[in-house]
């Protein structure tokens, strides 16, 4: 509870910390663009930069609609071209200007994108599998991949794991840091002291302005990156969720490149195969893939996955794969 506090008493001091510095536009600048905005029928009152102690900018207009609703994406695309740069409106911005003035958030563009896809397979007594899988997007330029592995199978494994995700979403998007959060939610299963809601966890953050990962993994087994015919392996020793007070919060950092792989195994897909030898031969596959398609990928991993079982599946499986490329 101690750490908690001290966690909360952080958040608090960052938030309190964050500044920002509003220059105003200019008015040759303001007349150009409120005559722009003009022509769609968009009324303009204030144009400033926003810009942080990073000195990222952003623009944030305050304006109005004279016809109706109208995307806020049509701003973005006159804006873009006015300065010469690809802006997309924020994801805290409205997504539709209206007949009252609201504030808009223009920010560049990333210069990567993600898509991802996954395949499951349910252990062979059970309905619903024990493993849940979360992407959230559109987090300030970064894609956060989400995998939880519920200990055992069925219902109460499914349960756990989706609670464990729906924590993480909250928090995240509340403003605490990925270590912040793992770290409360393993405490908070620790003093549960029940083994039903331990769980595995890997949280992959991708930066996609500067195409830059980081890879927690807390009891999960390795996952992949794959560049071509090229993999490489992604292991952190780790227990699961609320088996042990102290975690290893350390990090895999992953320099991703246009048209890599990010590639996500469950432990009923990367563990307890029938010989030591088969692990190799799952990662000697992944390398000799030759599919674009994540969703094709992943259906391929796990179909792999199952012949090294024998065809049997004796536990919960699921394969997640993000392709990243180039906007």
Known sequence: MARQFMTLADQISRLAEESYSYIYSGDAKYKEIARLLKVED???RHIYFMEDENKD???EITMCSRQGRIPAKEVADVLGTFYDMRLIPSTRSPYFIEEEYHSFTFVQEPAYNIIVGQASAVQGKESVSGDSVLVMEGMDGHGILLLADG????????CCSEKILDFVEK????????????????????????EKWMSTLDLCDINLYR???ECYKIGAPAGYHKRQDMVEKIQISNLPLGAFETLNLDTARIRLE?????????????ENLPQEDLTGRLEEYIGRLD?????????????????????????????????????
């Not at 200990?151 to 494994?157: M, N, T, Y």
């Not at 246009?258 to 990367?270: H, K, Q, R, T």
Request: glycine content about 10%; overall charge negative; some cysteine.
């Open 211 to 213: 195409g830059v990962c």
């Open 258 to 270: 246009d048209g890599d792989y990010l590639i996500l195994l469950s432990d009923g897909v990367a």
């Open 171 to 194: 928090f995240l998007l509340a403003g605490y840091s990925k270590e912040e959060v793992i770290q409360i939610l393993n405490d908070l299963l620790v003093q549960d002291g029940q």
């Open 42 to 44: 968009i009324l303009v």
């Open 57 to 59: 900018g952003v623009l």
């Open 151 to 158: 200990v055992g199978s069925g219902e109460e494994a499914f």
């Open 291 to 327: 599919l674009q398609n994540p969703r094709e990928m992943s259906k391929a991993i796990l179909e792999y996955s199952i012949q090294l079982h024998r065809g049997k599946i004796i536990d919960d499986m699921t394969v997640v794969v993000a392709g990243v490329w180039k906007n």
